[in-house]
């Protein structure tokens, strides 16, 4: 059974629950939770962590703590019985550790292991203060060390300040806001000083300033490792001060023994001394430790005969000093002992010794020998600071070692009163003695007696040096054969004060001798008292000693024999008459000198001190006596403080006439002296006496008198010095006076009260007419109010004494009122009187309610002067929050309401105006009056601003009433409403506060909400009706906005447990703030109308605070808008307008969610179903969703890290809806801004030119104004329209689009025509002349396109369930593309399969991408079918302006015919439209519209076909035309292939295919087209006779061989043919006539025989000729021929089935030699999902060549690759190629898709000798040698002219005999399969018509004539990738041809047909040019058209253009579409013509 707990409420979890049972409750090691219930060992209760959830916990796992249970019941809260700092420890290292390990996630690791070390201590000392073992000071000093650790961490780690009181976390509800304000500051200022001690809390005015704080050496000897000694040694430590020349300190003596250790063996680690009380003025000094080392054994060291050994002298021996000016630097700082080592130098002589210290430090180093090595005495220092008290608590360790404490000599700054000191410090100075007889000098040794009047010794009263115990007699050290030593060494005599009186001082003088005896021989004695007949001490002075002589044999037994002798020559003066003794008598040569100082606290030196003292002795001196007191210095006075005060109020009361006022003037003398620093501890002495010892009843009456009197002479005086002095010491006067009272009132019943009465009253009319004195004439009077103010506020504790409450705080009110209340007195007096104000303020006095009720208004009308002047402001700040911090803690126990409405009225309006002026100028930077900085203005601001919060805070619902009642006009009550708002604004927008205040900043957020709440009912009365006032409640709204965006509230960003804190405390305060501001809203009635659209912006942003209950109140604020606008105009465009405008920056802001545009939209939609504006408003919020959706995606985009592609596409996506939904053209323009500083970032520089070109078509020609907008300045729209141009111009430029650019020079050029401007003219048509040469001179590449679509939920709405084309980057192949795609989608699924995805898919919640590679169809077919125009101008129109683009599937028809499977296989080529074409803003469009359209097989052939002979004719017009300089190879290629390819195979597949019987009569519909069939093969066999004519003529002589080899196959071809055609009976003569029949050579190609190798040419033989273009990702320095598109084959590697072909089509990527040379990517993959993987391939491949041979050729593809054939010179079996390629490419189904070329699927490859990038150019004229042992598989289709021809010959005379087929480094990629398929066929296949099964115009890159021409081999062709395309001049051997680029002239009658035939660029996609709308069906034949001389030249640097023959389109269908049947007799016509011109 569960029951309540009763005790057991509050735990902490010792070991982490899982809560495996039901309802069971996670738990954490080190969690706390609050117990509900228990039950059989089971608690149940919840975790402080997550206070919502509820569960149950073993009892074992909790540790329970006491705690306080308050509110019991279901919504107890519970609070640990425990010190509030260990719980704020508790919690704060529990925020800490999820914070701790973020940092070294965000490899902050500096910090990290930073605050582990922190937190390790955090904990250490909380375990301390738990364990209860700490004493008070202990614990408080653990405090401390917590409360500094928590600080530190919370400001690195970015957490709020916590502001602390004694160590512990202040309740802002406790305390006022000022005082909270001054609390943060020290919080801060602690951190700031983490090091510092002490309590930064500013003083309260009047507190004393802080005493110096003294300083302390701790000096500790290590060791003495000097060890050459051999004897016991002294050593002597003291400070000295080299400036002055004397020692400071006290000596600090340690004793060694011979080996260097203590003498005494406790002593062992205990050498250790304190030198105390050094001054802050000493630190500053050039301070020394000087160290003397005294030996104490032999006279002589070396000399063991000097001196018997039992007879043990001090002798000098060394000295070290130490600067300690050097050292302290590195000791200050730390909080441990430091090493140093001193070197000991001895004395060269000893003559020196006294000055040897002085000579090291000066470095004279003559004078003094440095010792042999590094050794010497180590000792250690610290130097503390402090008390000596507060030294013992800090230091216990120092002290338990038995530290010397080493003081000063003399007293030190601060005399404390109970420090009693006698010490006398003697030094002895020299001595002069006689030589007596002997001739070497004496060694002296003085011995002293300290002896009592009585003549005993007193004992233990000499002090060589702390550290060891006193004696009773001293021997100085002895100075070898010395007469005149000095000595120098000071003695301290620590002698009773009671024995001093009396007692002298004896030195005896003996020679040491150091012959065998040794004997010490007493040659003579002196002597001196202590003290003079006059009771004075000897005076600190050097005393001269007479000398008297004596010997062994005389006796000091009677001291009086000597004593009544004169000790010097004073005494001797002093009494000359005294009788010579008999017994000793003086010697005159012979004198000795000592020094004295005295350090005593109880005797005196000072005659006048004892006068006065002794007064009665002097009766008639008083008056002197009284006067001379002056001038006894301050240390004398204080030390005899008593017994002075008693003897002046003696002499007072002995005859107060006549010595009153001298007794005054002392008085106030003393009372003075006593304010000095150094004597400042003696005040409580003074104290002490007035309370205890003080006796002058009758004294109060003359002091009363006295001051008055003094007073009222100040308007007179005109020396008002002594006037001052009394003023100052007023304390302490009234002190007297009030305790004088008090005695008299004691001993006479309370007699004459009313006259004492009476007499103050007086007194305080003449403090009021001194201060009531016009001061500004006299300086004087100044100052004597200044020490009157200084020092009033001191004497109203006295006065209380006496007085009621009342009563003193109405002399002070007087008082106070009395003054001047102009601030013009002057600064210095006005900050006088305000300092005198605020130690009023802070006095006890103050503190009575009684008293505040009188004295407020006086203060708070000087105040409010000094406001309203704006003077002073910091003093009346400090004056304000002490009355608010005062009025504060009082509110608690009494009423308060008075005094708040009293500072109310006085101070709020001045309040608000001041702040208001403070902030004007800290924004604008001046500082304010007494300021120089603006960290002191922020500081006055702070200040100000906790004073209004304090005041708003205390102010309840009664004030504000009478405040607002109190407003004599509504004006007034606007003037306020307006500053009380502007400053509540500013506090929000300045950040007064720092960020981390977050306990401050709640505060103020509360108290500004609490303060709205009180005045908003004030302004609906006041201001809505007839009196509405805009100003006022637009500034309301204003301040209702800024107040809910304030960061600080912002609870979304904090932690829960700070969140919780917050809401319990304060609630949500912006759901205060919405609920107020909407009702205030929705009080405004027909005036809402003022804020459309004013209020839209403002509103939104309140709206878009992610809070769903302010969200809720503010939202359908928007509605009403809408509503007033729709009644007012009819409509609500200027809502519409404002709130898209706004919408966008806050949202770019960061502002809104996706939960917020449900809302919105949700809302808004259900208010305005009930409108008659339904329809406007509901297109309204669905296009403001939207445009919500799009912003989102954008802010998403940009902020993340997203790629340039997204931003790009988010951002095109938001301008076209800018432009086209919502037709902002503002916005529309900023975004194109935008999106063009993308593209410039991203290098697009077309795509920015195209960007820029938006906005530059919105503007016109003309001179109308523009306004200054983004980055252009204001201008006429003509100049922004140039400066657009330009621009535009220059950004094509960079992006090589010369084509674009030139329209728009011309469009300049017409406009500056039109000015006359011929200057501009004339520059812009010489740009417009460069782009020109740059279209014909400067290489391009022509980029690929990809398909792409997005499908799934998951992508932002820019691209969900879309597809895209993209232009791709340059030499980015479709791998590439693919790796690019999905690293911009991490999260996206490549899809296998080029089908459209289902609906799963699209509505999924994932992302899929499905990408191939497209074919571009160029819209200006025109260009590309002009024969003259260059192939570089051509290259531009294949790729530019496209905005069609097609890929090709290839399927089974019917059954699949086993022997020929041509018959059945169709292509289905699918064309995309976009909607809009490339490039453009963009470098992808969306797709439009897709079509399908089925290419039939017969249709297919007819294009494969036609475009060989297009090829070929083109080919062999420029040889004609001698375009083609010389290098005949790529002709022969060309011939070769298809003459090759025709012998072996190839057409005879079509044969089969088409000219069968039973096709023929299963097709009669088809008979036109195998008509046209038969025409264009018969066509063909003319071409090539042109052919090998050319050929004949240009032929080298070397490659004769093959020449002949191409006339006896063409003879073979041609009867082969002409069985089944017999036109071709009528062969052309060129053939037959140049070369004889060579039927007999015909031999079969044997597999293995260099000859069976076959080039098979796939594109234009352009591309070979030299009418280069680089390819997109070709590597050649100077052009690229794509990989793929020669084809080499073996004569018997033709495949089995024609889907064979489809796997050896090339890919469609531009060149296979991005950088590793290898297939393009497309080609894997990109078989029917349902064909890819399955094993379906012919296991043989029969009929390979003919295959290949079928194949339509890729004419747009320049070659890039050779492969290599089988051969059987490298060793290896054709069957290795043949299963090789079987393995690559086996398992996927046939396509005739160019992704797949056989290149890529499988072939290993030569090391390419084709490659134009080694630069062997000089080899290439020698063809032969590679081509024939080089297999170049068809690539990607290109696009080309029809006709376009396959070269295909045998090898040439050089045989690759040696070099194997080896597999390419660099051209196989690594996998077959690509995780995103390619398109079904090469873009380049089926669109262009490059297609060669499918389309006529195009193929694959193998003519049906000879590209499919694999040689006789049956082996798969294997592959190099590394032929490069192969430009004009690798094929010539001269190197300096001018240019490859010469127009074509063809001498047929064809010439424009065969200039068509030119190749094209490489380029990533090809450009299409077979597919054409199906309207063109019947295009005209062959015949050339005119030149178009006005096209615009643009420009591509690379390439060719493809043009395109009519017949294409009219080839290419829809299914079932009707063929055309002239264009065989227009290609004869055309050809006959071209042959009969040549």
């Not at 109010?785 to 504790?797: E, G, Y």
Request: one cysteine or more.
């Amino acid at each position: 059974m569960w029951s309540p707990t009763e005790e057991e409420k509050y735990g902490v979890v010792i070991c982490s629950f899982r809560g495996p049972v039901p309802q069971g409750l996670v738990l954490e090691l080190g969690e706390t939770v609050q117990i509900l219930e228990k039950c059989e060992g089971w608690y149940r209760g919840v975790s402080i962590k997550k206070p919502n959830v509820k569960g149950i916990f073993p009892i074992n796992y909790i540790h329970l703590k006491k705690a306080v249970v308050s509110n019991r019941g279901q919504y107890e809260t519970v609070v640990p019985l425990e010190d509030s700092v260990i719980t704020e420890v508790t919690a704060t290292l529990q925020e800490w550790a999820v914070l701790w390990k973020q940092l070294y996630v965000k490899h902050k690791i500096d910090l990290f292991y930073k605050l582990r070390h922190v937190m390790n201590e955090l904990i250490d000392l909380r375990r301390q203060l738990l364990s209860g073992h700490l004493t008070q000071d202990q614990v408080r000093e653990v405090k401390r060390h917590l409360t500094v650790r928590l600080d530190w961490g919370n400001e690195h780690l970015g957490l709020d300040l916590v502001p602390r009181k004694d160590f512990e976390v202040v309740d802002s509800d406790q305390i006022s806001v000022s005082d909270l304000y001054k609390m943060h500051l020290s919080s801060r200022h602690s951190v700031q000083q983490s090091t510092s001690q002490v309590d930064t809390i500013r003083p309260r005015h009047g507190e004393a300033c802080r005493l110096p704080v003294p300083h302390h050496f701790f000096l500790s000897l290590k060791s003495f490792t000097y060890n050459t000694i051999g004897e016991d040694a002294d050593v002597f430590f003291f400070l000295y001060d080299v400036r002055e020349g004397k020692q400071i300190s006290e000596r600090f003596l340690v004793r060694l023994n011979k080996n260097g250790g203590p003498k005494n063996p406790e002593k062992i680690d205990r050498m250790c001394a304190l030198f105390t009380d050094l001054s802050s003025k000493d630190m500053k000094k050039d301070l020394y430790i000087v160290a003397h080392v005294i030996r104490i054994g032999r006279m002589l060291l070396n000399d063991s005969r000097k001196g018997p050994s039992h007879l043990h002298y001090r002798r000098p021996y060394g000295c070290a000093v130490l600067s300690i000016m050097d050292v302290i630097p590195s000791i200050s700082e730390l909080k441990e002992e430091k090493d140093f080592v001193l070197k000991v130098y001895t004395c060269n002589n000893e003559n020196e010794w006294y000055q040897i210290h002085e000579n090291i430090i000066r470095k004279s180093s003559t004078k003094y020998t440095a010792p042999s090595s590094n050794y010497g005495l180590i000792i250690s220092l610290q130097l503390l600071r402090g008390e000596m008290e507060h030294i013992r608590r800090e230091y216990p360790m120092i002290f338990n070692r038995g530290v010397a404490v080493t003081r000063k000599i003399g007293f030190p700054d601060v005399i404390m009163p109970g420090d009693i000191r006698n010490d006398l410090y003697l030094t002895l100075e020299k001595g002069d003695f006689e030589r007596g007889g002997k001739s070497v000098q004496k060694n002296i040794e003085v011995t002293m007696y300290v002896l009592y009047a009585d003549g005993e010794i007193l004992k233990d009263c000499i002090s060589l040096g702390s550290g060891e115990p006193s004696r009773s007699l001293y021997h100085s050290f002895v100075l070898y054969h010395n007469n005149s030593p000095r000595w120098g060494e000071v003695i301290k005599l620590p002698i009773p004060i009671d024995r001093f009186r009396g007692s002298h001082l004896r030195f005896e003088f003996r020679h040491c001798s150091t012959k065998d005896k040794g004997e010490k021989k007493l040659f003579g004695f002196a002597f001196t008292p202590l003290m003079r007949d006059d009771g004075t001490t000897l005076s600190d002075d050097i005393h001269e000693l007479y000398v008297y002589k004596c010997d062994e044999n005389s006796t000091f037994n009677n001291h009086a024999l000597y004593l009544g002798l004169p000790c010097c020559k004073e005494d001797y003066n002093g009494c000359p008459n005294i009788p010579s003794s008999l017994i000793f008598q003086r010697s005159t040569k012979e004198s000795f000198a000592i020094s004295t100082q005295l350090s005593s606290t109880k005797l005196t030196q000072n005659v006048d001190l004892l006068a006065l003292l002794k007064w009665k002795a002097y009766p008639d001196r008083v008056m002197d006596i009284l006067g001379r007191l002056r001038h006894v210095s301050g240390e004398e006075i204080v030390k005899f403080l008593q017994d002075i005060l008693d003897t002046l109020f003696v002499i007072l009361d002995d005859n107060t006439e006549k010595y009153g006022l001298l007794v005054f003037q002392s008085l106030v003398f003393i009372i003075n002296l006593l304010r000095d620093s150094k004597y400042y501890h003696f005040r409580p002495v003074m104290d002490t006496y007035i309370q205890k010892h003080f006796a002058g009843a009758l004294a109060y009456k003359e002091l009363i008198r006295c001051l008055k009197w003094y007073m009222d002479r100040s308007a007179e005086l005109v020396r008002q010095d002594h006037i001052q002095e009394a003023m100052r010491a007023l304390e302490y006067l009234f002190k007297f006076i009030v305790q004088s009272r008090i005695l008299y009132s004691r001993a006479t019943c309370g007699m004459e009260e009313e006259q004492f009465r009476a007499s103050i009253q007086e007194l305080f009319q003449s403090i009021r007419f001194v201060l009531s004195l016009d001061s500004r004439s006299s300086e004087t009077l100044i100052f004597t109010q200044a020490a009157l103010l200084n020092s009033f506020p001191a004497i109203f504790d006295e006065l209380l004494q006496m007085f009621t409450v009342q009563e003193v705080a109405e002399f002070v009110r007087g008082t106070l009122g009395s003054m001047p209340s102009t601030v013009h007195i002057g600064q210095s007096m006005d900050v006088v009187k305000l300092q005198s104000i605020a130690r009023t303020v802070d006095s006890r006095l103050f503190s009575f309610s009684e008293s505040r009720r009188i004295l407020l208004p006086v203060v708070l009308h000087h105040i409010h002067l000094h406001l309203r002047q704006q003077k002073e402001l910091l003093i009346c700040s400090g004056i304000l929050s002490s009355i608010f911090s005062i009025i504060k803690t009082s509110s608690v126990e009494t009423d308060v309401i008075e005094e708040v409405e009293m500072m109310v009225e006085s101070l709020l309006d001045v309040l608000l105006q001041t702040l208001l002026t403070i902030m004007s100028k800290s924004q604008s930077q001046e500082a304010v009056r007494g300021q120089r900085c603006p960290q002191c203005t922020a500081e006055i601001t702070g200040e100000y601003v906790s004073c209004l919060l304090s005041l708003l805070r205390q102010m309840s619902d009664t004030h504000f009433q009478h405040l607002l009642e109190n407003f004599q006009s509504k004006d007034e009550l606007k003037e306020f409403l307006l500053k009380t708002f502007c400053v509540f604004r500013n506090l929000m927008k300045m950040s007064v506060f720092p960020r981390d205040w977050m306990v401050m900043r709640l505060l103020t957020s509360n108290i500004i909400v609490t303060t709205v709440q009180f005045l908003s009912p004030a302004l609906h009365k006041n201001f809505t009706e007839t009196d509405f006032d805009f100003k006022v409640w637009n500034s309301y709204f204003s301040l209702s906005v800024l107040f809910i965006n304030q960061p600080s509230l912002q609870l979304e960003s904090v932690t829960p447990a700070k969140r919780k804190k917050i809401l319990d405390k304060y609630g949500d305060m912006r759901v205060m703030m919405a609920y107020e501001l909407f009702s205030m809203w929705q009080n405004l009635g027909e005036h809402k109308i003022h804020f459309i659209p004013g209020m839209i912006g403002p509103f939104l942003g309140v709206t878009l605070v992610p809070q769903p209950e302010v969200r809720n109140i503010m939202i359908p604020i928007f509605h009403d808008m809408m509503d007033w606008e729709q009644r007012k105009n009819g409509n609500f465009k200027q809502v519409e307008a404002e709130l898209i405008d706004k919408l966008d920056s806050l949202v770019s802001e960061g502002k809104g969610d996706e939960n917020y545009r449900e809302l919105f939209g949700l809302l808004l939609l259900e208010k305005i179903e009930q409108e008659t504006w339904r329809e406007t408003g509901v297109s309204f919020v669905t296009s403001v969703t939207r445009l919500m959706e799009r912003l989102l995606d954008y802010r998403d985009c940009m902020k993340g890290d997203e790629t340039e592609n997204k931003k790009i596409g988010c951002t095109v996506n938001l301008m076209n809806f800018y432009k086209s939904e919502i037709n902002k053209e503002e916005m529309y323009i900023r975004y194109i801004h935008k999106l063009c500083d993308m593209h410039l970032q991203a290098e697009n520089y077309t795509e920015a030119a195209f960007t820029l070109l938006l906005y530059c078509e919105l503007l016109q020609w003309e001179e109308r104004p523009l306004r200054e907008f983004l980055h252009y300045p204001s201008q006429t729209e003509w100049q922004r329209k140039e400066n657009l141009c330009r621009k535009i111009i220059h950004y094509f430029n960079k992006g090589k689009s010369w084509e674009f650019g030139i329209p728009l020079c011309r469009e300049l050029a017409i406009q500056y025509e039109s000015l006359y401007d011929y200057q501009s003219l004339s520059w812009i048509r010489k740009m417009e002349a460069t782009y020109y040469d740059n279209i014909m001179e400067q290489q391009r590449l022509e980029p690929e396109f990809f398909r792409v679509g997005f499908y799934g939920r998951k992508f932002p709405f820019f691209l969900r369930n879309k597809e895209y084309v993209c232009r791709g980057h340059d030499y980015e192949r479709l791998e590439a593309f693919q790796q690019r795609m999905l690293s911009e989608f991490p999260q996206a699924i490549a899809m296998q399969h080029p089908n459209h995805p289902d609906d799963s898919i699209l509505q999924c919640d994932a992302q899929y991408l499905q990408i191939y590679a497209v074919t571009p169809i160029p819209d200006n077919i025109d260009v590309l079918q002009m024969d003259r125009v260059p192939d570089r101008i051509k290259s531009f129109y294949r790729v530019n302006n496209i905005r069609k683009f097609r890929y090709d599937r290839p399927f089974h028809k019917g059954p699949k015919d086993k022997e020929n499977e041509f018959k059945s296989l169709w292509i289905e080529r699918t064309t995309l439209t976009l909607t809009h074409s490339l490039p453009g803003i963009s470098r992808w469009f969306e797709v439009e519209r897709r079509e399908l359209v089925e290419v039939s097989p017969l249709e297919n052939a007819i294009q494969v076909v036609e475009n060989k002979n297009q090829e070929l004719r083109t080919l062999i017009s420029q040889y004609q035309h001698k375009q083609m300089h010389g290098n005949i190879n790529l002709l022969s290629m060309c011939l070769n292939g298809v003459i090759d390819a025709a012998v072996n195979g190839g057409i005879a597949r079509y044969q089969e295919a088409f000219f069968d019987r039973d096709y023929i009569t299963t097709h009669p519909g088809d008979a036109e087209k195998i008509t046209q069939l038969k025409e264009l093969m018969h066509e063909q066999v003319h071409i090539l006779g042109v052919g090998l004519a050319v050929h004949e003529k240009f032929v080298h002589p070397e490659m004769r061989p093959l020449h002949k080899k191409l006339i006896d196959q063409f003879q073979m071809m041609r009867s082969s043919l002409y069985h089944e055609l017999p036109a071709l009976d009528k062969l052309s003569p060129a053939c037959s006539g140049t070369s004889t029949p060579r039927s007999n050579m015909l031999v079969s190609h044997s597999p293995m025989s260099p000859e069976s190798i076959k080039l098979v040419h796939r594109h234009s033989p352009l591309n070979m000729l030299g009418t280069v273009r680089h390819s997109s990702s070709s590597l050649s320095s100077h052009t690229s021929s794509e990989t793929g598109n020669l084809v080499i084959l073996t004569d018997s590697s033709v495949g089995e089935t024609a889907e064979d072909m489809y796997h050896m089509q090339a890919s469609p990527s531009t060149s296979s030699l991005s950088s590793t040379h290898s297939a393009p990517s497309q080609m894997i993959n990109s078989a029917p999902p349902s064909a890819r993987g399955s094993p379906s391939l012919p296991d043989k491949y029969r009929h390979n060549r003919e295959l290949m041979m079928l194949l339509p050729m890729h004419r747009d593809r320049p070659s890039s690759a050779m492969y290599p054939a089988a051969i059987m010179e490298n060793g290896q079996h054709p069957n290795f190629q043949r299963a090789l390629l079987q393995q690559v490419i086996g398992p996927c189904k046939p396509c005739s898709d160019p992704n797949l070329s056989v290149a890529e699927k499988a072939v290993p490859a030569a090391p390419s000798s084709w490659s134009l990038d080694s630069g062997t150019r000089e080899a290439l004229p020698f063809l032969s040698t590679h081509v024939g042992s080089i297999l170049a598989p068809p690539v990607p289709p290109r696009s080309l002219p029809h006709g376009h021809y396959s070269l295909h010959f045998d090898a040439f005379h050089h045989h690759l005999n040696d070099a194997p087929p080896a597999l390419p480094a660099r051209t196989l990629r690594k996998s077959p399969l690509h995780p995103i398929p390619a398109s079904p066929t090469s873009p380049q296949s089926g669109l262009d018509g490059s297609n060669s099964t499918l389309s006529g115009s195009a193929s694959s890159g193998v003519s049906s004539l000879s590209e499919s021409n694999f040689g006789h081999s049956s082996e798969p062709p294997p592959r190099t990738d590394t032929m490069d395309s192969v430009p004009s001049q690798a094929w010539n051997t001269d190197e300096d041809l001018e240019t490859p680029y010469l127009p074509v002239r063809y001498s047929l009658s064809e010439p424009d047909v065969l200039e068509t035939l030119k190749s094209q660029p490489c380029r990533s996609h090809s450009a299409p040019s077979g597919v054409i709308p199906q309207d063109a069906v019947n295009p005209p034949a062959l015949p050339p058209k005119p030149y178009h001389s006005r096209l615009p030249n643009m420009e591509n640097e690379e390439g060719m253009i493809l043009e395109e023959d009519e017949k294409h389109r009219a080839l290419h269908r829809k299914i079932s579409q009707p063929t055309s049947g002239v264009k065989e007799e227009q290609a004869r016509v055309a050809w006959e013509h071209g042959i009969s011109e040549q």
